[in-house]
């Protein structure tokens, strides 16, 4: 199977592919930091996102995807839609920040460039959006703890022609993944310092997430073509 992963640098969700033997790839601004820039395209996914297109990968070789990909998962960058940034969007009560609102817009506008791709089966991933932004509902919310992974990090998924992941291992002790309403430490509030601590690490696909993925949509799509 021919699988697109749009966004990913880490290519958590290209290996978990991979390694039931389909031909993924993984496309992303940044060089990969999965150990494998030979499924690593660098640049700008739009122009692989309809299929029919030539590329190259980060070791210099060159390939081609001839007509659709089977599969599109994508992670399109959350910065200015997701609510986790509410406080940027609304910086002061009631007062909407249009700059913040302009750049929340462009990224819907990316979102919808993978929403609307020539692609049979879509997935794409973010977390909860704002919702001013007026992204459609997710067709679905995942945890990590639900697929082997001790932390809580609500996965939204917006599916076309997929059906919801279904939980693999659920973790009844987990962690808080995002740190949450740490302004409310001086007002005793109820906050979390959360374990990731930079962009990169908050953007991450956990394994259990990948794996459930790659296992059950391949096992769907490839039931669904027979």
């Known amino acids: 199977m021919n699988v697109l992963i749009a ?6 969700v290209c290996k978990a592919f991979r390694a039931l033997g389909h031909r993924a790839f993984s496309a992303d601004l940044q060089e990969c930091s999965g150990g494998h820039p030979e499924w690593h395209v660098v640049g700008d996914c739009l122009p692989l996102l309809n299929g029919d297109c030539e590329f190259t990968t980060q070791d210099g070789k060159r390939h081609r995807q001839q007509g659709e990909w089977q599969l599109l998962v994508a992670h399109p960058p959350c910065t200015y839609m997701s609510k986790a ?3 940027w969007m609304y910086p002061k009560a009631g007062q909407l920040s249009e ?6 817009m462009e990224a819907k ?16 991933e973010n977390p909860r959006p704002l919702a001013i932004v007026g992204l459609p509902k997710p067709s679905t919310i995942v945890q990590p703890y639900e697929f082997g992974d001790p932390f809580s990090k609500a996965t939204y998924l917006w599916l076309k022609n997929l059906p919801p992941l279904m939980p693999t291992l659920f973790c009844g002790d987990h962690q808080t993944f995002l740190p949450s309403n740490t ?10 310092r959360g374990v990731a601590h930079t962009a990169k690490d908050a953007s991450k696909t956990f394994q259990g997430i990948a794996h459930a993925m790659a296992v059950q949509w391949s096992d769907f799509i490839e039931n669904d073509v027979r």
């Open 99 to 104: 700059e913040r609102l302009k750049l929340a």
């Open 7 to 12: 966004c990913e640098e880490s290519q958590t």
């Open 183 to 192: 302004g409310g430490r001086k007002k005793g509030q109820k906050w979390s």
């Open 109 to 124: 506008a990316f979102f919808f460039k993978m929403h609307d791709a020539k692609c049979k089966y879509i997935a794409i």
């Open 85 to 87: 940034g509410a406080r």
